[in-house]
């Protein structure tokens, strides 16, 4: 895929969070029909990389576009993405139905049928309060309303963490569903090194403000979850000489 095709492109990003240098010179495009994991330790910027994708963080030096713009001051890039905090970013008392009232207005491209099948794959209540959902049910509200907008630009922020193994794969299951897998570019970041391998086309490892590439092709998928293990223990090791 030519990279005047990429949905996102990044070129030469840098951003600063206080003193710290968290994304330093970063290069990345994601083309239509890509699904790629992001993987790095706590801290590493996996949540910032997300940020300046989605347009709510901008960078300090470099380019970013999605659909050709930057998201981080073209509301219509904006409409074309698709994102899923690590924590869940909607006022506690809002249900779903209420806050795809709102969302809808935002995106041009919006699918109410989706919504609602999004949301009876992840059995979330649609009028439930969010602060009385669990962390399950409320990353299934930020999941299907990120779907019903039909994104070309999907971003999914550690949409696994903290799940049991229920939870995580009917989120799993939902999101492979749904997503238009041709048309949209998926970033999903993650500590599952199991779903890693079984739904990524492309591993990104964060490691220093940077990304270092591993392809993940069919005849590697036995083996992929093995070697994208070793490699973040080697990069990023924890406290304790393990991966965080």
Known sequence: MSETNDIARLRGVGVKLGRSEVLRGLELGLA?????????????GKTTLMRVLAGTLRAESGS???CGADPSRSAAARAAIGFVPSLPDLPPWMSLTTA????RRCYPTWDDRRLW???DA????????????????????QLALALAARPRLLL???????????ARDGLLSAFLTEV???????LVSTHDLDIAAR??????????????????????????????RALLTQTTPGPDGAAA
């Open 32 to 44: 239509p029909g890509e699904l790629c994991v992001l993987l790095g330790r706590n801290g590493a």
């Open 64 to 66: 970013v576009r999605v």
């Open 100 to 103: 795809a009232r709102f969302a």
């Open 117 to 119: 099948r999004a949301a």
């Open 122 to 141: 992840l059995a979330v209540p649609r009028r439930g309060r969010i602060s009385k959902l669990s962390r399950g049910q409320a990353a299934g509200v």
């Open 156 to 166: 999914l922020d550690e949409p696994f963490a903290g799940l049991d193994a229920v």
């Open 180 to 186: 238009d897998l041709e048309d949209t570019a998926t």
């Open 199 to 228: 739904i990524a086309d492309r591993a990104l490892l964060m490691d220093g403000g940077a990304l270092r590439e591993q392809a993940v092709g069919d005849a590697q998928l036995e083996h992929s979850a093995a070697a994208l």
